[in-house]
């Protein structure tokens, strides 16, 4: 079994910053990429940011110059620095990984439970 377990959500003031952390545990081939991604109400879950296993990173572009994605060295966990958020950022913002789960390296996507990000004055 494998778990992404998120933190860090909450409440900020626009133009304020938050870091949102992702970990994975469990049964864990090898983990190729780890991704942000958010849902607003009514709105469709959108990506806002993915790295894969050699740093490479891509971002939604509303989000770019604000967003930084990072993986720590072992690789399991991935944070996601939000900075100069704004009240359209409000959203639930889940972990997703493509994660090899047996011997063979096969691998799919898993999901964090969610972590609520609202930008409010």
């Known amino acids: 079994q494998v778990q992404l377990v998120e933190s860090g959500g909450g409440l900020v003031q626009p133009g304020g910053s938050l870091r949102l952390s992702c970990t994975a545990s469990?049964?864990?081939?090898?983990?190729?990429?780890m991704s942000w991604y958010r849902q607003a109400p009514g709105n469709l879950r959108e990506l806002v940011a993915i790295i894969d296993g050699d740093g490479g990173t891509d971002y939604l572009d509303s989000v770019k110059d604000r967003f930084t994605i990072s993986r720590d060295s072992a690789g399991n966990t991935v944070y996601l620095q939000m900075t100069s958020l704004k009240p359209e950022d409000t959203a639930v913002y889940y972990c997703?990984?493509?994660?090899?789960?047996?011997?063979?390296?096969?691998?799919?996507?898993?999901w964090g439970q969610g972590t609520q990000v609202t930008v409010s004055s």
């Open positions: 469990g049964t864990i081939f090898g983990i190729n990429t």
């Open positions: 997703n990984g493509l994660i090899a789960y047996d011997i063979s390296r096969r691998a799919k996507d898993y």
